[in-house]
């Protein structure tokens, strides 16, 4: 508001001083834009501290040019006088440019900073052996985490069982087809193909193709640690759709950016609550396939703080 009052009584002054064919008018008009300009750049207070002594210095040049006879004539051209005049309504004008650039700067960063500013949501998972909850990463990983609770609030995981436990290592869960806990195609299922909105406030639409898979989201370099949950694939690119594991160890050797091995599953979670049963879950007696001879069923995900 300060500035643009000042911005208001330069033109004037511009005016005047084209009017009165004051060349000290001008300059300082011109003093007072330049000032301005420096404002919109970031550094408020030096520039509004000179805006005011050049507005100040303005009045001055206003007062002597009102005391002198209308007919006076400055020392210069006419043409001197007329192209500071302009400069410093370039000046002036440069200043607002900048000044609207920065505030449409701002507004973005406020927009790209909602999700980060809130807390992340939780997912509450009952299962037949206990509940536990999890934070899903949407602030850091927006894309996996929101086709997490897509399904979730879908229900696609109600009644679908754990079909891969190994103790310290990890709980495996997600396959469709582990509905019936004895399937042999258990960890080969997955979603079917669509679309589902990416919770980032952006609106966008993100695509599951090629048997309901994702495109994997390599960009924070968060670890495979115990409570982490992690997205499994096949071991090709873009081969994660709706099955997921949770570590019970430091398995580093699963990080996309650990280049040790080729084995690349970005984390979009963590175990916030009832991390015991987890472990409990991986420690069960097992088949020779690894699934629980006892079966764990998950009874149902809600996702609340969305």
């Known amino acids: 508001a300060i500035l643009a009052r000042v911005l208001q009584f330069c033109v004037l002054r511009l005016y005047r001083g084209c009017c009165w064919r004051s060349a000290t008018m001008a300059r300082q008009a011109l003093t007072a834009g330049l000032f301005l300009l420096q404002a919109a750049s970031g550094d408020a207070f030096t520039a509004g501290r000179g805006a ?94 929101s086709n997490f609770i897509d399904l979730a609030k879908t229900g696609f995981y109600n009644g679908v069982h754990f079909h891969r436990v190994i103790p310290n290592f990890m709980c495996q869960f997600g396959c469709p087809y582990a509905k019936d806990p004895r399937s042999p195609r258990s960890g080969t299922g997955g979603p079917n193909d669509g679309e589902f909105e990416v919770l980032d406030g952006s609106g966008q639409k993100a695509k599951r193709s090629n048997g309901g898979n994702i495109k994997d989201e390599f960009t924070e370099k968060l670890g495979n640690e ?40 970005p984390v979009f979670g963590r175990v916030i609550e009832g991390y015991d049963l987890i472990e409990k879950i991986s420690q069960v007696a097992t088949d020779q396939n690894d699934a629980p001879r006892d079966p764990v069923k998950m009874l149902q995900i809600t996702v609340e703080g969305v």
């Open 52 to 145: 005011a002594a050049a507005c100040l210095k303005v009045r001055t040049a206003q007062a002597s040019a009102t005391t002198a006879p209308a007919d006076a004539e400055y020392t210069g051209s006419h043409g001197t006088s007329l192209s500071l005049a302009l400069g410093g309504l370039a000046g002036v004008a440069g200043a607002m440019a900048s000044a609207a650039g920065r505030r449409a700067q701002r507004k973005a960063a406020r927009a790209s900073s909602t999700v980060a500013c809130r807390a992340n949501p939780v997912a509450t998972c009952e299962t037949s052996a206990g509940t536990f909850k999890v934070e899903l990463y949407l602030d850091k990983m927006p894309l996996t985490a």
């Open 226 to 265: 115990p409570g982490t949950l992690s997205m499994a694939n096949t071991g090709r690119p873009n081969s994660g759709g709706s099955q997921f594991f949770i570590n019970v160890n430091n398995n580093s050797f699963l990080n996309w950016f650990d280049r040790s091995t080729p084995s690349s599953h």
